[in-house]
Every structure is written in C-alpha cells, then in structure tokens.
C-alpha cells in the first residue's frame, strides 16, 4: 500500500512538473501589464468570520493548484481556468477530487484605437494580449496549495470571494493572498480577516497534528 501511495504521488509531482513548465513558457513569452487592484475595500457581504465563512459556501477547501488553461477573448476581467486537487474539505458538502473553477488574473485583451503621427484616429484596432498581474490576486504557482471557499452554481464550481477570502502558504503559514490588503494597518475588517487566517493556521495544525 505505501508503494502504490508512493507511485500516486510521484504520478502527480511529474504532471505538475510538466504543467508547470509548460505555463511558465507561456507566460514567459508574454508583455505582461500591471492591473490595479479593484474593489479591495468592499468588504459589504465577504466573510471575516469562520461563522460566516462556512455559512456563505457550499464548502472550505484545502487544494492544491494542479494546472492552468489560457482563457481566450478576454477583456476587461481576465481569468484563469485552474484545475484543482481537493486535498480535504474543511468544511461543508465534500467535492470531487478534482475540480475546475477560475481565478481572477491572467491573459487579457486590451483594445487601443491607434492613432498616426499628426495624433489623428488611424484606421483599425489594436487587439494585443497582456498577462495581467493584480496585487490583489496575484495567481498561486502550480504546485501550491491554498484555502478558500468553494460555491457550486449551475454545475461549475466558483470561488466565492478570491479577493479576501483566498489563502496561500508562505513558510508554512497560511497569508492572505492578496498583497494589498496584506499592507493595510489599523483596519477593523482587516484584522477580523487576519483573525481568520489565524484561525484557519490553527485548525489545519490541529488537524496535521492528529
């Protein structure tokens, strides 16, 4: 059994070895454009609490990043489709093993009317691709695990809240993703936010421990 167990998992370290290599290629090549972060301060209906972060998705997962897929004709809002590993569920209705969802940063066309050298509208345009890199969701690197909240709508899994309630691991340690919010002192919300992910810390520790 620890054989077969061993084989699954280096089954699994290879294709995301593959995986990776091929998305850092991809990425690698594009003219990338730094998004501003958007909506950081509505914290209107996003969870802050554990209570609240249960009762508001279908379930609170543990994953792993498995692969990225381009989506294509994009604008405006980028996305990224990301094949997920659900290593557990922490809470809620259990999932498939592997799920499919979308992450808010990623490959984005902008349209740019071009304009000759008397600063005249020129004929046609431009429709050029970015890779477009947010403070607020900067994308996870294949291989790596995060924490957030999974609802189920129409038969597509969707992170509910990918700007706040969206966990990485740095050192070990559960950090909220997004970087700004990371900066931000003296904020009542933020805090509740840094008081879930301590709690989140201490529940996956309890549970690692058992």
């Known amino acids: 059994m620890l054989m077969l167990v061993g084989c699954h998992h280096n089954k699994q370290q290879s294709v995301i ?5 091929r998305w850092n ?3 690698k ?3 990338v454009k730094k998004s501003p972060s958007f909506g950081m ?3 209107s209906n996003e969870p802050l609490t554990w209570h609240k972060f ?4 279908d379930s609170i997962i543990l994953g792993t990043v498995i692969d990225y897929k381009k989506n294509k004709n994009q604008t405006m809002f980028p996305t990224t489709s990301v094949q997920v590993k659900v290593d557990k569920v922490l809470a809620g209705k259990k999932f498939s093993k592997y799920i499919t969802t ?3 940063s990623g490959f984005g066309y902008e349209d740019k009317i071009e304009t000759n050298i008397e600063g005249n509208n020129a004929d046609g345009i431009s429709h050029k691709e970015y890779l477009y890199q947010k403070k607020s969701f900067p994308l ?3 291989g790596s695990k995060f924490v957030t909240g999974i609802v189920k ?6 992170v509910s809240a990918p700007l706040f309630n969206f966990w990485t691991f740095n050192k070990g340690q559960l950090k909220l993703n997004n970087l700004d919010i990371r900066n931000i002192e003296n904020d009542e919300k933020v805090d509740q936010l840094r008081d879930l992910t301590e709690f989140l810390n201490c529940k996956l520790n309890s549970s690692h421990n058992k």
Do not use: R
């Open 25 to 27: 290629q991809e990425t």
């Open 153 to 158: 709508d129409q038969g597509k899994y969707q």
């Open 29 to 31: 090549k594009a003219e």
């Open 17 to 21: 070895s593959k995986n990776k290599q």
């Open 102 to 104: 979308v992450f808010p």
């Open 140 to 142: 996870p690197k294949i």
């Open 41 to 43: 301060m509505d914290y």
């Open 54 to 57: 249960k009762k508001q998705n």
